[in-house]
């Protein structure tokens, strides 16, 4: 059974900053590269955040946090990072790591694989 676990989340100050890692027990069965990260906040709906593809690497980022986050991979580790930089209260939500989009765009909701969610709560 596939699982994606994260961690790092937390309570941080505005302008501060948080790494997320998600492990992946086995991607043997994926049937897409894409790796994913979405968040969401109280009474909104899950919307993405970044992306990026196993094999080669590439990297999407929504405009929202693009010039703030990074995603990156550990193939040797089998995990998924988040870094967050300059964050805003705004931010606050809980964040999903999402494994195999399938045939859909990496940045729908669509993944077959979900983590449990870790709670990133920034203080202003």
């Known amino acids: 059974q596939v699982q994606l676990v994260e961690s790092g989340g937390g309570l941080v100050q505005a302008g501060g900053s948080l790494r997320l890692s998600c492990v992946v027990s086995?991607?043997?069965?994926?049937?897409?590269?894409?790796m994913g990260w979405f968040r969401q906040a109280p009474g909104k709906e899950r919307e993405f955040v970044a992306a990026i593809a196993w094999g080669g690497g590439a990297t999407y980022l929504a405009g929202s946090v693009k010039r703030r986050f990074a995603i990156s991979r550990d193939k040797a580790k089998n995990t998924v990072y988040l870094q967050m930089n300059s964050l805003e209260p705004e931010d606050t939500a809980v964040y999903y790591c999402a494994g195999d989009p399938g045939p859909g765009p990496y940045y729908g909701t669509q993944y077959t694989y979900w983590g449990q969610g870790t709670q990133v709560t920034v203080s202003s």
């Open positions: 086995d991607r043997t069965t994926f049937r897409s590269d894409a």
